[in-house]
């Protein structure tokens, strides 16, 4: 289960931005080797704060273990030729990190494996990080002899579009039955950098299409927008801004908002401290009424969804339906800023062949 990850405890915070600010998949810098512990040194301070005013840490380690052990459990049901199945986490910033969760394989025995993106919607800067660092381990022998293959996306799952859609059902719950109709939702996505969107990522789409189900499956009854948060530096990065969007609403009258985290598979501090404590605490003292919609965390239909994606890519590539890799990894895709898309592309088809 790849992920970008978060400190467990606050003192993980340090290196956690110094992993972050390293991978020039997700933050192209000059002298990045450089650059990359300096700026962690500067942030670490009110990150550490951050982190520490949502309980001591992220909470994503403790969700994903969940999920991949529950998923992991309907598999056996779902696709009893290849149980029993197991879970690994790796995480691309912190531990356990992609190096850790190769060597717990090799060191079980792993002889087939899924590299199984818990990012919903692609992004060369996301799950192509995840797999880029995945295919250095695997090619350095790290995972050991395993078969590999590939989900890479899947924001428009119907089981995941159905999970989203319940929790802004509830959200929704919180309003007088006479204003429900005229709440926006407002759905937040971590942005990119403009730099990344020019070369053709095809994340943007993907989140935009993620909403389009969403808004389906709710019959369009209530306005919406598609808004960007976590912008990182001075660079132009993609707008407009999750805090910006609350301001704009609330100038403009509409003062009743469901704040719907669209690409976030569980709680971290982007949905406890940047949702939650920041924008919605500035929209209420604004006079806002704000709910926000609950993240996937333990949710039985996300978990379903899920499993039902893992079995039906174990059943369409044991069928030959489909290949060890995606056609995004068999193109070298626009976003990245190395050149490992192919070499991947052949590695995966050696190792799952």
């Not at 598999?75 to 190769?102: C, G, I, M, N, Q």
């Not at 996300?302 to 174990?314: M, V």
Request: aromatic share 8%; glycine share 8%; hydrophobic share 40%.
């Amino acid at each position: 289960m790849l992920n970008m990850g978060g400190p467990s405890t606050v003192p993980e915070t340090y290196d956690f931005l110094k992993n972050l600010f390293s991978d020039g998949d997700l933050i192209p810098l000059r002298f990045q080797s450089v650059l990359a512990p300096f700026i962690a040194k500067r942030r670490t301070p009110q990150i550490e704060k951050q982190y520490e005013d949502i309980g001591g840490g992220s909470p994503i380690l403790h969700y994903t273990k969940l999920q991949g052990e529950r998923m992991a459990a309907l598999l056996d049901e779902l696709h009893p030729a290849t149980a029993p199945h197991k879970s690994y986490v790796a995480f691309r910033y912190a531990r356990p990190l992609t190096d850790e969760a190769a060597r717990q394989m090799k060191a079980d025995g792993v002889k087939r494996a899924v590299a199984f993106t818990q990012y919903p919607q692609y992004s060369c800067s996301t799950t192509g990080s995840s797999l880029n660092e995945l295919y250095r381990r695997g090619k350095a022998g790290e995972a050991g002899d395993v078969e590999w293959s590939v989900i890479d996306r899947w924001g428009t799952h119907p089981g995941f579009i159905e999970a989203v859609a319940q929790n802004i059902e509830r959200a929704l719950e919180k309003f007088p039955a006479e204003k429900r109709s005229d709440v926006v939702l407002l759905f937040s996505a971590h942005s990119l950098p403009m730099s990344v969107v020019n070369r053709g990522d095809p994340y943007v789409l993907e989140v935009s299409a993620s909403v389009s189900a969403v808004m389906d499956r709710l019959g369009h009854k209530n306005p919406f927008r598609l808004v960007w948060q976590s912008q990182v530096g001075p660079s132009a990065w993609l707008g407009m801004q999750t805090g910006e969007a609350l301001k704009g609403l609330s100038r403009l009258g509409k003062k009743q908002v469901v704040l719907v985290p669209i690409a976030f598979t569980s709680d971290h501090i982007e949905t406890l401290y940047e949702l939650d404590l920041e924008y919605a605490h500035e929209a209420r003292e604004d006079g806002m009424e704000v709910e926000r919609a609950e993240s996937l965390n333990e949710s039985p239909v996300f978990i379903r969804a899920l499993a039902d994606l893992a079995a039906s890519h174990l059943r369409d590539y044991a069928s030959g339906k489909c290949g060890p890799t995606s056609v995004q990894m068999g193109l070298r895709c626009p976003g990245c800023t190395n050149a490992t898309c192919g070499a991947q592309k052949a590695w995966f088809a050696r190792a799952g062949a």
